[in-house]
T-cell receptor, first 112, second 113 residues
């Protein structure tokens, strides 16, 4: 699976959009971009995933560049409860549900 | 609201003691994962099962760790004997074969003195 690079930390004002970048310059054609987050003292939680089209769900939006070498997770209106470590994971989609390889992630602090 | 459950939530033990952690995957999920999280190593895979069969346990120290699924509703992770370096949070996750997501339990926080 391709390696990802994320900033170690970011701050965001409550109510503003949080834009979390991820670089995955070695991504291959059959690899998807997944985002999970881990709120303090909890297990990781799935947020969203995508291949090449932008994706949106009730939690967030995922913007993937045309060359697929980078992506941005957008939390449109960040709240204090969004304070967490956010992990960007590149993973081949296969017939099985294969293990996740976590990096260090980005620690997002939402500030009142 | 279906959830992965893990017991115990916290465990303090002395070096050399046996530790057993249990996980109840979401009903119907046929893929189960064990991950460990430490400050130094972050989140790393220990083992995972599909339809109760172990597929990969290369992340586990074989001499002291063992993982099993006695039935579809229970996964266990045992450490015998435990060592201080095993102190970590152990997460169980479950999902469906072919599914896109994994659902994590709340973790077992282990402290080996």
């Amino acid at each position: 699976d391709a390696k990802t690079t994320q900033p170690p930390s970011m701050d965001c004002a409550e109510g503003r959009a949080a834009n979390l970048p991820c670089n995955h310059s070695t991504i291959s054609g059959n690899e998807y971009v997944y985002w999970y987050r881990q709120i303090h003292s909890q297990g990781p939680q799935y947020i969203i995933h995508g291949l090449k089209n932008n994706e949106t769900n009730e939690m967030a939006s995922l913007i993937i560049t045309e060359d697929r070498k980078s992506s941005t997770l957008i939390l449109p209106h960040a709240t204090l409860r969004d304070t967490a470590v956010y992990y960007c994971i590149v993973r081949t989609r296969s017939s099985g549900n294969t293990p996740l390889v976590f990096g260090k992630g980005t620690r997002l602090s939402v500030i009142a | 609201d279906a959830r992965v459950t893990q017991t115990p939530r916290d465990k303090v033990t002395e070096m050399g003691q046996e530790v057993t952690m249990r996980c109840q995957p979401i009903l119907g999920h046929n893929t189960v994962f064990w991950y460990r999280q430490t400050m130094m190593q972050g989140l790393e895979l220990l083992a995972y099962f599909r339809n109760r069969a172990p597929l990969d346990d290369s992340g586990m120290p074989k001499d002291r760790f063992s993982a099993e699924m006695p039935d579809a509703t229970l996964a266990t992770l045992k450490i015998q004997p435990s060592e201080p370096r095993d102190s970590a949070v152990y997460f169980c996750a479950s999902g469906l074969v072919g599914g896109e997501t994994q659902y994590f339990g709340p973790g077992t926080r282990l402290l080996v003195l």
